[in-house]
């Protein structure tokens, strides 16, 4: 998120001084880094959760296509970026990888189908294909049908035009470009104050990490996109439009393997449905990854827990948030979600093989020697005040912003990096209004339909679905 930001605002603004701070060695080393993430192009091609059963009633693919939407967005985005030289050649960063979605018993596969009626009407879903035949599907992904029950229902979709994104390459490509082009990046700097000036900017207070040196500079803006932290940052900041907000971690691991011959036979990522209590971004997958053009398969994820909001973060990080502002609405959370705590301790309760299990509902011949477990990155998942309930958990992203614009973070996860460009385009408009309006010309240039809804358009999606592909080297 911030590697997008700083590129929008020094495309749009080259006068502009920026710096970034980065309390560690690096960039991306948290939740952009490719292994603490699935390298899912969220575009809602394969995540039921964005498309939920109605109890009967009719599916509305609205909050698909607006999630789609967003993602064409950052391929524009991100082809202009390539065309100017910004980004390296493609293949490092994305990849085509389909996308299906697979799912067992009667209920799921009348869904599932239910699903691809409606999707396939819309032009942003163009050649989504379904099918509940065995040897279409085995030839679409054969780690799925090997030996797989006689009888059983089952069912598939699949979208051709699917990606897999490195974005911890993204980051560094677009980091390395600011930082050559003039933009100040201070890596082992840790920000631990903001305090607002009588003048309106923000001073902010850092520490070198070498001696813990400390410093300081003044910002008219500035942007708290430092994952978990993020809210520890704003609630620093005293801005009231922090209050009754609070995180809740959730931290994640992967079974992944290098076998040449298991992944051979396998290129897509595979979504089906969560397991009830389940949160959104624990939705089961069985995913194609390519990490520097390295190819392997990850499965997973399976939730863990830590009190960090970061994994190089502090243990007293869920304990430090505590507020009397955001007490009440955490604690509404927790008498709301006993699910989600069962659900959270029958995770931390499986063993390696129980987690080979849980992949042999995908590949039944999986053997538990192949795959190893690797620990992805802590989610914090926002929690805030809600009038009717007195506190929700939400499982999306949301900026939260001063009243003067002057300052602004992002809370949450899902569907994350994939739709960093709209959020950061949202975020320009509310704390930049004064300058938006004079920077919409360029922003047509980096993002031809910025302002237009895709999906409304077929003559317009086609050709800039068409377009974007050519430029990145993936599928149509």
Known sequence: MSATLGTLLHELQPDWKIVAFERLSDVAQESS????NAGTGHAALCELNYMPKNDGGPLDPAKAVSINEQFQQSRQFWSSLVSKGVLDEPSTFIN?????????GEKDVAYLKARYEVLKKQPLFEGIEYSEDSRVINQWAPLLMQKRRKGEPFAATRVPAGTDVDFGALTHQLFDHLAASGVELRTNQEVR???KQKDGSWQVSYRRALGHTPGQLNAK???VGAGGWALKMLQRSGIPEIKGYGVFPIGGQFLKTTNPAIVSQHKAKVYSQASVGAPPMSVPHLDTRVVDGEASLLFGPFATFSPKF????SMFDIVSQVRPHNLWPMLRVAFANPDLITYLVGELLKNHRKKVDGLRVFMPTAEDEDWSLIDAGQRAQVMKKDAEKGGVLQFGTEVVSAADGSIAGLLGASPGASTAVPIMLSLLKTCFPEQYAGWEPALRELIPTYGEKLN???AGADESMTATAAALGISR
């Open 33 to 36: 880094n490719p292994w603490n």
């Open 96 to 104: 085509a990888t389909p996308h299906m979605t697979f799912v067992r």
């Open 193 to 195: 104050k903001l305090k």
């Open 221 to 223: 803006f500035v942007f």
């Open 310 to 313: 970061l994994k190089n973060g």
């Open 456 to 458: 409304e358009n077929e």
